[in-house]
């Protein structure tokens, strides 16, 4: 069973930034970050491939969030930079382990609140 361990979340104002790290306790596939808001549904933010070489994202972070990974040290990153409040959210790392299709294996989550 692979764990997923998320850490970097915290408050911060309108237009900063912050960066999330993830590290899995052994090798995956795909890899991204979800995020559920108070009272919606948990929607996907980012994504990458096993490789790194292909990345997509939420039409809402694009062009201010970056999904990138160190595959040395099987951690994914986001960074969030234009932080809004409306991506106040507690965000999920999730990742491929034994399915090729669907996020099989979740962190346990790290909030994010952006203050106006």
């Known amino acids: 069973q692979v764990q997923l361990v998320e850490s970097g979340g915290g408050q911060v104002q309108a237009g900063g930034s912050l960066r999330l790290s993830c590290t899995a306790s052994?090798?995956?596939?795909?890899m991204a970050w979800f995020r559920r808001a108070d009272g919606k549904e948990r929607e996907i933010v980012a994504a990458?491939?096993?490789?790194?070489?292909?990345?997509h994202y939420a039409d809402s972070v694009q062009g201010r969030f970056t999904i990138s990974k160190d595959n040395a040290k099987n951690t994914v990153y986001l960074l969030m930079n234009s932080l809004k409040p409306e991506d106040t959210a507690v965000y999920y790392c999730?990742?491929?382990?034994?399915?090729?299709?669907?996020?099989?294996?979740w962190g346990q989550g790290t909030r994010v609140t952006v203050s106006s």
């Open positions: 999730a990742a491929m382990v034994v399915s090729v299709s669907e996020f099989d294996s």
């Open positions: 052994g090798r995956t596939f795909s």
């Open positions: 990458i491939s096993r490789s790194g070489g292909e990345t």
